[in-house]
């Protein structure tokens, strides 16, 4: 069962915010955000267990809510640096590992 | 470099070939995975391995044939593909029990069908 992500695209100017949202319909373990710049691997972020917790990483935050299995991740002040496809990844069980539809940040000067 | 490498980096292959795809990780980890991504689709899964064993299938076409020898080497092997299986296919491992570190991904196989 695959997350969904939205939205699907950002467009930023430097310095400003963005929030992108990834939700299950079932109940997870984990979530995994991870970041796809073009020709590149994706790269992993930051990875939030059940439990509500948030996690940062440099300007970059998400906060995973348990009880609506629903993540978030927050752009704080964006650079040019962010730019690059997002994907939230879940776990539900075993080791599978499933990614949303991914959501494209552009970040211009 | 991540350390997971895949081979070939490109390639083109006609409908009645056969072909294999390689990933190589010397990371120590016990899962590894097979992606494929398409334009302006989500990643799919389209197998899981651990220990050596398939633990998942994602109702993948026979047509895609996986192959984990050791722990540390995942094919797939490709025969009388059509061209909706042109693609980026992505190779990923991690260490689990799950829940603890990230998925360490290769630079992925783009893969063309003529």
């Known amino acids: 069962q695959q997350p969904v992500q939205s939205p699907q695209a950002v467009i930023l100017r430097e310095g400003e915010d963005a929030v992108i949202n990834c939700s299950s319909s079932?109940?997870?373990?984990?979530v995994h955000w991870y970041r796809q710049k073009h020709g590149e691997a994706p790269v992993f972020l930051m990875i939030?267990?059940?439990?509500?917790e948030q996690k940062g990483h440099d300007k970059i935050s998400a906060s995973f809510n348990e009880k609506k299995q629903q993540s978030s991740l927050y752009l704080t002040a964006s650079q040019l640096s962010y730019s690059g496809t997002y994907f939230c990844g879940t776990e539900i069980i075993g080791y599978k590992l499933s990614f949303g539809a991914g959501t494209t940040v552009t970040v211009r000067a | 470099e991540t350390g997971v490498t895949q081979t070939p980096r490109h390639l083109v292959m006609g409908m009645t070939n056969k072909k294999s795809l390689k990933c190589e990780q010397h990371?120590?980890?016990?899962?590894m995975y097979w992606y494929k991504q398409s334009a302006k689709k989500p990643l799919e899964l389209m197998f899981v391995y651990n220990f050596k064993e398939q633990t998942e299938n994602n109702s993948v076409p026979s047509r895609f044939s996986p192959e984990c020898p050791n722990s540390s080497h995942l094919f797939l092997h490709l025969h009388t593909l059509q061209p909706e299986d042109s693609a980026l296919y992505l190779c990923?491992?991690?260490?689990?029990?799950?829940?603890?570190?990230?998925?360490?991904f290769g630079q992925g196989t783009r893969l063309t069908v003529v």
């Open positions: 990371l120590g980890h016990n899962a």
């Open positions: 939030l267990l059940k439990g509500g």
């Open positions: 079932k109940a997870l373990y984990s």
């Open positions: 990923a491992s991690r260490q689990t029990p799950r829940g603890t570190p990230e998925a360490f």
